[in-house]
């Protein structure tokens, strides 16, 4: 069984009026086989947690640790993460003009693993993970992400997500933007990933809509940096009804 495990992380930023502490001394471990969500109010750290796992020269880690079974991935370069087995499906995805779908997840793959895909048996993954996801075969003829919609963005990272197969992943945000249908194929999407069972998902959300479709084993309550609170699926249905306050309140006291 694999292990994520985040422990006492602390985490800043530079800011115009100097470094700003966002993260506050998180623990966190996911397991292969389990689906974690975290849900809290904009600002609260969610995302800078996410990109601070995958290695953004912009997040500073200042104190605690990230291992991958016992390893310590904040030694490691990005995509030393990667090759490790860590994902990161991004909020706003950014588009690369003049590379193919096709060419940017061929290079990816090869990355990733460490020899080029059998070309043969590489086309066929490609066409079965696009349909997948409801995407023509000739958009891996596109730029990667120039001129895409929302939903096709979002689309596009679970079609990575499927390719690359990692032993964790981390998505952040996925169902922004997505309208009800583009919702339900993309949660497909990421039910087929975890459906191994060997596989750890951290899911980082403001809303339960998606959890309709993706079934957390864990909640986790992210404000002001720390996790506020934990427990199972019943704490995403109770945010839904209560929301946010109480534990804004307690964090500002």
Known sequence: MATLDIRDLHVEVDTEDGPKEILRGVDLTVKSGETHAIMGPNGSGKSTLAYSIAGHPKYKVTGGSVTLDGTDVLGMTVDQRARAGLFLAMQYPVEIPGVSVANFLRAAKTAVDGESPKLRTWIKDVNDALEGLKLDKQFAQRSVNDGFSGGEKKRHEIVQLDLLNPK??????????????????????????????????LLITHYTRILRYIKPDFVHVFVAGRVADEGGPELAEQLEAEGYDKYVRAATV
């Open 168 to 201: 964790f992943a981390v998505l952040d945000e996925t169902d922004s933007g997505l309208d009800i249908d583009a919702l339900r194929i993309v949660a497909d999407g990421v039910n087929k990933f975890t459906s191994q069972g060997d596989r750890g998902l």
